[in-house]
């Protein structure tokens, strides 16, 4: 078996349309940085244009946008629209997306090849 460098993860990216396909279907996103990566604008209510953002953003976010027959969705959506909820938004410069099943696969090889 060849020798593979478990520090180097880059192959366990996702792929533009793995990445798409997650983000189409409401997936959960986790948004982390270890280095200065742009700015964020906090959205309040009571600012100029959040009623349209957030008309935008809660069924997006809630995925009632895409399911309109789903009431859980669509209570969700109407739960999202609180006094105090704000929202941020902040522009991806870079965009790391990573696949646990390709991860999960590459650490059983690495173990039984008897990597650490």
Known sequence: MAEVD?????????D???????LD??????????TRKGESI?????DPGFDELKDWFYPQLSGAD????DTYRQAFAKFLDSEHRVIIET???LVVAFD??????FT????QAGMN
């Open 42 to 46: 906090v959205h309040a209510p009571g």
């Open 66 to 69: 895409a399911a309109p027959d």
């Open 100 to 105: 646990v099943a390709k991860f999960q696969s």
């Open 25 to 34: 279907a409401g997936g959960e996103c986790v948004f982390n940085w270890t």
């Open 108 to 111: 059983n090889e690495a173990i």
């Open 6 to 14: 478990y520090e180097d993860l880059t192959t366990m990216r996702l």
């Open 91 to 93: 522009n991806a410069r």
């Open 16 to 22: 533009d349309a793995a990445l798409h396909e997650l």
